[in-house]
Antibody, heavy 122, light 107 residues
Framework: QVQLQESGPGLLKPSETLSLICDVS?????????WGWIRQPPGKGLEWIGT???????YYNPSLTGRITISLDTSKNQFSLKLTSVTAADTAVYYC???????????????WGQGTLVTVSS | DIQMTQSPSSLSASVGDRVTITCRAS??????LNWYQQKPGKAPKLLLY???SLQSGVPSRFSGSGSGTDFTLTVSSLQPEDFATYYC?????????FGQGTKVEIK
């Protein structure tokens, strides 16, 4: 089955750039699915960050537009998130997830990675 | 953005209870509504999609209903493994948004 695994630095300083990678196994990312990122600050709810389709269309949370870039690397079967100019407010568990691509507007997040905690602190 | 509001924010219930969680959208979203369950330290798990379709492998005690702006998630007989936080999420807009969550605790 499709499995996702996040990786990246766990600690950043304010103003640095957060870079995370999601490794996908069991499925070719160029064959389908949309690929997205969601975050969850400690003790709080879920916030969608952004999504990229297998064809290269990107969708970003308007509250983060200008700071985020999501890209696909089909040669490595992984996708990535870059978030610039981080502050303490960006401290969260970051999840990568797949969204079905052939279901019209019906888009849910499944499967999910296990999540990785990123802390922003000086 | 479409705002999703869940109620209650938390509830206490006993094993065997029937539990209902409500999710309200700030505008009509037809049936573009999904439900997730999250346990502490774990990633969310998809329970239902398109408002009422049960994800494969999810017990049939979970059900969903609604369309437009008002939706419900019902657990017909709460089991010990169901104590968790539940989130709704809309996909009517490509600015996908989640509700704030409902924590189901043991009474």
């Amino acid at each position: 089955q499709v499995q996702l695994q996040e990786s990246g630095p766990g600690l950043l300083k304010p103003s640095e750039t957060l870079s995370l990678i999601c490794d996908v196994s069991g499925f070719s990312i160029s064959s389908g699915y949309y690929w997205g990122w969601i975050r969850q600050p400690p003790g709080k709810g879920l916030e969608w960050i952004g999504t990229m389709s297998q064809s290269g269309n990107s969708y970003y949370n308007p509250s983060l537009t200008g700071r985020i870039t999501i890209s696909l690397d089909t040669s490595k079967n992984q996708f990535s998130l870059k978030l610039t100019s981080v502050t303490a407010a960006d401290t969260a568990v970051y999840y990568c997830a797949g969204q079905p691509h052939n279901t019209g507007w019906y888009k849910w997040f499944d499967p999910w990675g296990q999540g990785t905690l990123v802390t922003v602190s000086s | 953005d479409i705002q999703m509001t869940q109620s209650p924010s938390s509830l206490s219930a006993s094993v065997g209870d029937r539990v209902t969680i409500t999710c309200r959208a700030s505008q009509s979203i037809s049936t573009y509504l999904n439900w997730y369950q999250q346990k502490p330290g774990k990633a969310p798990k998809l329970l239902l999609y398109a408002a009422s379709s049960l994800q494969s492998g999810v017990p049939s005690r979970f059900s969903g209903s609604g369309s437009g702006t008002d939706f419900t998630l019902t657990v017909s007989s709460l089991q010990p493994e169901d104590f968790a936080t539940y989130y709704c999420q809309q996909s009517y807009s490509t600015t996908w948004t989640f509700g704030q969550g409902t924590k189901v605790e043991i009474k």
